[in-house]
């Protein structure tokens, strides 16, 4: 805590923004050091940041199978553990078991997909994090993370790109 | 799972238990036990125990074994050894446990306390009861001043009331029953006399016919006894002879009956014995049939013209051939009279017409034709309840009027709601000082009664009754008691044996026996060592005990009398044209009233059981409805389920068209057994009673009940009554869409 | 050990390969409803009342439907008991989410109360209309209640229930004739409705053993099933009415 | 309009760009707005709960507790309490289970195809219409067990161990539908949450009290850096393939239902593609109902505006023009195959008994097609509720006509049957409706019902440009 500072930045225009960290790039950041926040979904590069790679759907992948496991022991597998004598009929039919898998896929890889979304975003954490109220109201938040020598450095790019606002930011419960 | 098995199997031991300490308390309750699809063996709710006995819902008298577990009777079935009924029940008999269980009984002797029709009744006790009785019959001045109405009473009631009033010097039991009436009894006893010089019922051998022509006996509903008789039936269609028996029903509405015959023919009402003679003219005249010659019958049909009848049924002539050929030429033709036609003023004449079709084709005593019973070979047997023409009724009530009856005592009659509305039974009841019922419910005539002194009902009472008509051989059905009687109610024969013992003197003498059971003991045993008995003992306890578990007593083989036709008539035939009351511009349409299969005379109507099996031609049920050709509710603008008032020349009521395309235009028929005012929660305040319809004729005084006899115009009300039937009324009644 | 003797005793019962079945005889059918009332005693049926029956709520194991045919005066009218069909391709088992109804190995088509949950789908799907459906809780006012069999139990309100052939009537025979080591016989089981037909126009037994009456009756000339054409396979044999066997 | 008049050409065209116009210049004033300003105009009205709110709100719980009451009555004293018999075993339940099943399908239609086509005029209206889903299938869920002879033990159902040593039938279209049903409902409430996710930490931002206690908890602790916004885009486009399967497999399975019985007119093969035309068709002209109201009862007549009902209006349409299409190629081979028992059915519901609930469906449902086809009416807002409401109104005795029409006729005519749903039934269903309504009531004031940052987003991706004397909107979707 004490060797880093914080410092974060509003802006209402995108192009900005993204000139902000392209400059900030050229002081030395790495992607870790800045965190961008805004109301808005911007398209994924349009801000110059890489993309990261995502887990999701290898566990919606995984959580389908699941699912279809399941799907295929509760159509076809149970009704053999749970034996019942039904004349001499089949308990197992092709085209029911067929609807309970795929019912049963489709389940659990919508689950899966939510458990692993918010998996990823690890969510939920109610922990005290920088944030601004105004990030809903379009601003473009740009936290910045740096060595305390830097922090005119952030400032002055900051400010060269029609920062709206600048301050050291709190931790508030969110 | 060993946890499961235990629980569950002291679960029954527990309820075992109970049921074995509390003895009478009901062993199923709402509890929705395991099923018994698949139980573990040692799980049995209990050993059944059969007992045999008689079914009392109609007056045939079928066996019945009675199913008994821990001590309450649970299914009735036919009695697979009584040669009646074969092991075969219809629906009124395996109805017989909700009588038995009804929960409108009386719970033991009541006064009506609130006055007469108050219906507010205050128990008392037996004997008090019987102490009141014999004080009043003692005080009596003139025996004379007693009369006693008895519908259907098992022989041993009948036997032992006739005495009784013998002995008191009162004038002897009125008879009536509407159920027998309607089956023509009476008719038929006389009818039997006429022509074999005694009155028993003949016997139609009916399973051996090969051509069976009915005019208007529904035998296969409730007529006589319905289920030998429909025994009979299968065995004519499919039974081991191998061809299959034509079966022809003449009467104006197609009744179930009429369903399951091959032709139905629509005749008018009161037409059966024209047509008849009409058919026994054509048979004489062109000497059809193999039976010989028939010379010696022409002078019977001498005055007979087809011609005419054809003119008055409106059949063509050669319809009536054609059905006169039909007759004649099978191998063992057999014309029975019965039902419908004894409803009519021509009705006497009318049977013999018809008995006169069997006699001209040698029916009398050959296979598939008539028979006259063997009577049982013991002197108790030989004298069965009769019954009585409308005549002895309507001089009852004529002496009730007068106030020449002081006490009136009735069982197993509802008379105010049997007898139609004309005969003002309830008004001459009033002019009664003490009316005393034996019925075990609350009916229309027993809330008019001062003193309700209730009786088993059949299934917790002891009797007997000698089967008529009889089958193939003689037979007295045994009646016992199944189960402890329910309530604290008292046979009438133990009451007449107790109040004969307190009245003393020859009444008393006359009745010896301290207890029907002892009574019954000895009648039977004057069967004792008899050498056609189906079972034997060494002692007369002995042979009483097989009685009891037999369910009476039979023989052990076939015995029917050829009958001796002693009266066969001596001049030419005639039937003469039925009367109808109320002219036919007023009153267009022929009223035809007819028992109901499941309710009968209404006897049925406390019995839910009944009253929600369908009928099996309209398949309405609870209610009371009128049958209406289609062409007839066109030009009415009625439709089914529209209330209409039927009106006659006597009364009215209100009842639910139902279009039935089996009657004839010009007659409209409504089912008897509904429009109770009393009688228990299933029966009272539903429908319409016809009864109040009919209208009397010259002919009822004479002791015929003309109830085919009234005219009844038809009017629209304006309001629907949805009947509950079971068939949706947009199938049309159509077999398949097809 | 009771475990192992009943064990055996169901083995048995499924190597004895039956087919309860049904045949009707329509020639000597009266339509006298004796096999209606004998239905409701043995079965514990409920009385449902004339304002329920109106509404389509009456609950019958068995019913006589009556045809009509023609016009008057050539009007005839014909019955035709029906009754659950036993279907062996019932299209009423596969529908059951919870097995109350499936098929036991003697051919029966059963209903398992307790298991029964009320979906209703079973009724929907049959052809034949005959499952009934107890729409209230069964009322027997006392003492009624002691009219019931005990063998059979009282269904409680939502459930659907009809014909079992009077499953408690087979089961005791076949018990008894366990009990004693011997083979059922042809006709020694009856339900309840066969017992009491006066004309005797029901016939049971099994249709798999070609000796018995109900077996032989089936291959008569007269025999057609019911909506045959669905493909239910009906273990109820009707016979036509108006013609001979031969 | 007037195109085929080429004489009148030059005299029309500033007219007609005055109009097309218009509807740029209401996205115009959305465009000059602020964020904040939008904001403002979304959550203003979420607030405010005046009386005639209050009102809404205490009829309609009057109506629910009725119902319950109602459900409470027919638990207790019998099914029969309802006007269903035999053999119309199955009545208005069933009926009003397939129409709110069907209803709920047009949210997932919206949301998830449009998504995945990039239809830009989704995006005021997704978040309406995955409610609606979420919703209807709320309600639909209860007809299960509203129609269950013993709810009390639905459980039954469930496949778990139990010491019933008892499984249930996977064989059935029972349990199909319960488990489909299940899916869908969790999968569309789910995909409704995670598109709100943004919205609640934007509520979050500008509430206090208890709504602030309650978008907190929500919002997850969304703070919308770069990564959860990716994160969540890619959770969407995942969720929008997957869930579409599970809507088409949801109706199909309710229509299996009835077509995998015997029956005749049910056990066919074109009525779960039927089941899901007219599902859509009921469930567009439903949302179409919806957005109506909400925008005039929650002031959105900037985001949801005449271009948007013009789309729908005409999606409606095209779904309508389908149903027609399935009913009648369904309807054409019974008719040809003139199979005595499906001609009775057919003869019965076109000429008989059910003829006025036929004529009934047939024009509410053939109608509003025709008058669709006008971009007048299609913008008129009056119109157009008007023509939707008609078109569930036709829908609905569809889907009676379905349940009991088949029902009531079969092929005895000794068993056919009469329906007529009592006071119980009506209650039960009113009270789905009203519970509907009220669930729907409630969750637009307390969420956003416009998604704010897609419409954010999607003013963020379009411009205005000028083409000859037009200006057209461009759209940029590079994802």
């Known amino acids: 805590m004490e060797d880093t500072m914080n410092l974060m930045g509003l802006f209402h225009d995108g192009n900005e923004t993204a000139q902000v960290i392209d400059s900030l790039y050229e002081l030395g950041m790495v992607d870790r050091q800045i965190i961008v926040m805004t109301g808005v979904p911007y398209p994924e590069r349009s801000l110059g940041r890489h993309v990261e790679w995502l887990r999701l759907p290898n566990i919606v992948l995984a959580g389908a199978l699941v699912g279809f496991i399941l799907g295929l022991f509760l159509a076809v597998i149970t009704p053999h553990l749970y034996r019942l004598d039904i004349g001499g009929h089949p308990t197992v039919g092709f085209p029911p078991a067929a609807v309970i898998t795929f019912v049963f896929t489709m389940m659990a890889a919508i689950v899966s997909t939510f458990v692993g979304v918010l998996w990823e975003m690890n969510f939920p954490e109610f922990s005290p994090k920088y944030y601004d109220n105004r990030v809903t109201d379009g601003y473009l938040a740009v936290l910045v993370e740096h060595d305390p020598s830097e922090e005119s450095l952030v400032r002055k790019i900051f400010e060269a790109h029609g920062c709206d606002f600048i301050q050291r930011p709190e931790r508030r419960p969110l | ?738 | 050990m009771a475990k192992a003797v009943r064990a055996s005793a169901e083995q048995k019962l499924e190597e004895n390969n039956r087919r309860w079945g049904m045949v009707i005889d329509l020639d000597r059918c009266t339509g006298c409803q004796a096999c209606v009332v004998a239905c409701h005693a043995e079965n514990n049926v409920p009385v449902v009342g004339e304002h329920e029956a109106t509404r389509g709520h009456s609950m019958h194991w068995i019913r006589i439907e009556r045809y009509w045919e023609g016009e008057y005066p050539n009007v005839k009218a014909r019955f035709m008991p029906v009754l659950c069909q036993h279907c062996g391709e019932a299209p009423c088992e596969p529908v059951c989410p919870v097995f109350a109804t499936y098929h036991t190995p003697e051919g029966l088509n059963a209903q398992v109360y307790n298991r029964c949950i009320g979906t209703r789908f079973c009724g929907a799907a049959c052809p034949y209309k005959v499952r009934a459906f107890n729409w209230f809780r069964p009322d027997f006012p006392e003492p009624l209640d002691q009219q019931l069999n005990p063998d059979v139990s009282v269904r409680q309100r939502g459930i659907i229930e009809k014909c079992s052939f009077c499953v408690q009537r087979i089961r005791r025979v076949e018990l008894d004739a366990a009990a004693s080591g011997r083979e059922v016989e042809d006709g020694e089981v009856q339900p309840a409705c066969v017992q009491s037909c006066p004309p005797s126009a029901l016939i049971f037994g099994d249709l798999n053993d070609p000796e018995s009456e109900a077996s032989q009756f089936s291959r008569s000339r007269r025999a057609f099933r019911l909506l045959d054409f669905l493909g239910t396979d009906p273990a109820v044999v009707y016979l036509k009415g108006g013609e001979t066997n031969v | 309009m007037s195109d085929h008049e080429p004489m009148a050409g030059d005299s029309v065209l500033p007219e007609r760009q005055s109009e097309l116009s218009q509807e740029y210049r209401e996205r115009l004033l959305l465009a000059q707005r602020t964020d904040a300003e939008i904001n403002a105009a979304v959550l203003q009205p979420m607030m405010e709960t005046g009386p005639k709110f209050w009102i809404t709100v205490a009829i309609l719980v009057a109506i629910i507790l009725w119902g319950l009451y109602a459900w409470g009555y027919m638990i207790y004293w019998g099914m029969g309490t309802a006007g269903i018999n035999n053999p119309v075993y199955w009545g208005l339940f069933i009926a009003t289970f397939i129409f709110w099943v069907g209803i709920s399908h047009a949210g997932t239609m919206i949301s998830a195809v449009l998504r995945i086509f990039k239809a830009d005029w989704r995006r005021p209206i997704t978040r309406g219409a995955e409610a609606m889903t979420a919703f209807a299938l709320l309600m639909a869920g209860l007809y299960p067990f509203i129609h269950l002879g013993r709810v009390w033990k639905f459980y039954w159902m469930l496949p778990y161990p139990n010491n019933r040593f008892m499984w249930p039938n996977f064989q059935s279209p029972l349990m199909w539908d319960m488990v489909a049903i299940f899916t869908y409902l969790i999968g569309s409430s789910l995909y409704l949450y995670l598109a709100l996710i943004p919205d609640l930490a934007m509520a979050r931002d500008h509430s206090v009290g208890w709504r602030y206690k309650l978008y907190r908890t929500f919002a997850l602790g969304w703070r919308g850096t770069e990564g959860e916004w990716h994160k969540l885009h890619r959770a969407l486009n995942i969720f929008s393939v997957i869930i579409i399967p599970v809507f088409l497999s949801v109706h199909s399975i309710v229509a299996w239902d009835f077509a995998v019985t015997i029956q005749p007119r049910w056990h066919s093969s074109i009525l779960a593609p039927y089941f899901i035309m007219g599902a859509v068709y009921s469930g567009l002209a439903a949302l179409a109902t919806i957005l109506v109201i909400v925008r005039k009862s929650m002031r959105l007549q900037e985001f949801l505006r005449r271009e948007h009902f013009d789309a729908l209006g005409k999606l409606v349409m095209v779904a309508g023009l389908g149903w027609i299409y399935f009913w009648f190629a369904g309807f054409i081979v019974e008719w040809y195959g003139n199979d005595p028992v499906i001609r009775e059915l057919i003869h019965d519901e076109i000429t008989g008994k059910l003829a006025p609930l036929f004529w009934l469906q047939m024009t509410a449902n053939v109608l509003p097609v025709i008058f669709l086809t006008f971009h007048k009416i299609r913008t008129n807002l009056k119109w157009l509720l008007g023509l939707t409401l008609l078109i569930n109104v036709g829908m609905y005795t569809e889907r009676v006509l379905i349940v009991v029409g088949n029902l009531q006729r079969n092929y005895l005519p000794f068993d056919w049957g009469t329906y007529k749903p009592t006071w119980v039934e009506i209650s039960i269903v009113a009270m789905t409706f009203a519970g509907f309504i009220l669930l729907y009531t409630l969750f637009s004031r307390i969420v956003p019902y416009v998604p704010v940052w897609e419409i954010k987003e999607g003013r963020l991706r379009y411009s205005l440009r000028r083409i000859g004397r037009l200006l057209v909107p461009t759209a940029a979707e590079i994802d």
């Open chain 2, 1 to 738: 799972m060993v946890g499961k098995e235990i629980s569950r199997r002291t679960f029954f031991k527990v309820a075992a238990g109970a049921a074995a300490a509390s003895g009478l308390s009901p062993q199923v309750r709402r509890i929705a036990l395991e099923p018994f699809v698949r139980p573990p063996e040692e799980e049995l709710p209990g050993r059944a125990t059969w007992f045999a006995s008689t079914c009392r819902q109609c007056p045939a008298g079928c066996g019945i074994i009675v199913r008994v577990i821990n001590g309450r009777a649970r299914k009735i079935e036919g009695n697979p050894n009584h040669p009646l009924n074969r092991g075969k029940l219809c629906a009124r008999g395996q109805s017989g446990l909700q009588v038995l269980y009804n929960p409108d009984r009386l719970h033991n002797a009541v006064r009506q306390s609130g006055g007469r029709g108050s219906r507010i009744f205050s128990p008392i006790p037996w004997d008090e009861a019987l102490n009141e009785l014999s004080a009043t019959l003692q005080s009596l001045r003139d025996p004379q001043a007693l009369a006693v109405l008895a519908g259907q009473p098992s022989d041993h009631l009948y036997t032992i009331l006739a005495s009784f009033l013998e002995g008191v010097g009162a004038p002897p039991a009125v008879i009536f029953d509407l159920h027998s009436a309607l089956d023509g009894r009476a008719d038929y006893a006389s009818m039997s006399s006429r022509w074999f010089g005694e009155r028993q019922l003949p016997i139609y051998d009916l399973a051996h016919a090969q051509v069976v022509f009915s005019f208007g006996a529904n035998l296969l509903e409730t007529w006589m006894s319905p289920v030998a008789q429909s025994a009979a039936y299968g065995q004519m269609r499919q039974g081991s002879l191998g061809g299959r028996g034509v079966f022809v029903q003449f009467e104006p509405r197609l009744s179930a009956t009429g369903a399951s015959a091959d032709e139905w023919i629509p005749i008018p009402p009161g037409s059966e014995g024209i047509i008849a003679l009409a058919l026994g003219r054509i048979i004489v005249e062109e000497n059809l049939g193999r039976a010989g010659k028939h010379n010696g019958h022409a002078h019977l049909y001498r005055n007979v013209s087809v011609a005419d009848a054809a003119q008055a049924s409106g059949f063509s002539v050669e319809e009536l051939r054609r059905l006169a050929h039909l007759f004649a030429e099978a191998d063992r033709p057999l014309a029975i009279p019965g039902g419908q036609l004894t409803g009519h003023t021509n009705s006497a004449q009318a049977m013999d017409a018809v008995m006169a079709l069997n006699v001209i084709m040698r029916r009398l005593g050959r296979s598939g034709g008539v028979f006259m019973p063997q009577p049982v070979p013991a002197e108790r047997f030989t004298s069965p309840a009769p019954t009585s023409n409308l005549d002895e009724v309507l001089d009852l009530v004529e002496r009730m009027r007068s106030g020449d009856v002081e006490i009136f005592m009735f069982h197993g009659a509802n008379p105010i709601y049997e007898l139609p509305a004309w005969v003002g039974f309830k008004e001459a009841l009033e002019e009664v000082p003490l009316v005393i019922s034996f019925n075990p419910f609350v009916d229309e005539t027993a809330v008019q009664a001062d003193l309700i002194l209730p009786d088993h009902t059949y299934l917790e009472g002891w009797g007997y009754q000698v089967v008529s008509p009889s089958i193939d051989r003689p037979v007295v059905s045994g009646q016992q008691p199944v189960t402890q009687p329910l309530h604290d109610t008292r046979s009438t024969v133990d009451i007449l044996l107790s109040l004969a013992n307190r009245l003393g003197g020859t009444v008393a003498r006359d009745l010896p026996w301290n207890d029907e059971v002892g009574f019954l003991e000895e009648s039977s045993a004057q069967l004792h060592d008899n050498s056609i008995s189906i079972y034997d003992a060494r002692t007369p306890a002995g042979f009483w005990s097989l009685w009891r578990q037999h369910g009476g007593w039979w023989s052990k083989r076939e015995i029917k009398r050829e009958p001796e036709a002693v009266g066969m008539p001596k001049e030419a035939m005639t039937v003469p044209a039925a009367t109808f009351q109320g002219d036919e511009a007023t009153y267009p349409f022929h009223l035809m009233p007819y028992s109901s299969l499941t309710l009968s005379d209404g006897r049925g109507a406390n019995q839910p059981w009944l009253q929600e099996t369908p009928d099996p031609m309209t398949t309405a049920r609870w209610n009371t409805w009128i049958e209406i050709n289609p062409e007839s509710a066109r030009s009415l603008a009625v439709r089914d389920n529209d209330m209409v008032n039927v009106t006659s020349a006597f009364g009215s009521l209100q009842a639910a068209v139902v279009v039935y395309p089996g009657i004839r235009p010009d007659t409209v028929a409504i089912p008897i057994g509904q429009g109770h005012s009393d009688y228990g929660r299933f029966a009272a305040m539903r429908g319409a009673n016809v009864m109040d319809l009919l209208t009397p004729s010259p002919e009822d005084q004479n002791g015929k009940f003309t109830f085919g006899a009234t005219r009844v115009r038809i009017e629209k009300i304006g309001q629907m009554k949805p009947l509950a039937r079971l068939e949706d009324l947009d199938g049309e009644g159509r077999e398949s869409i097809r």
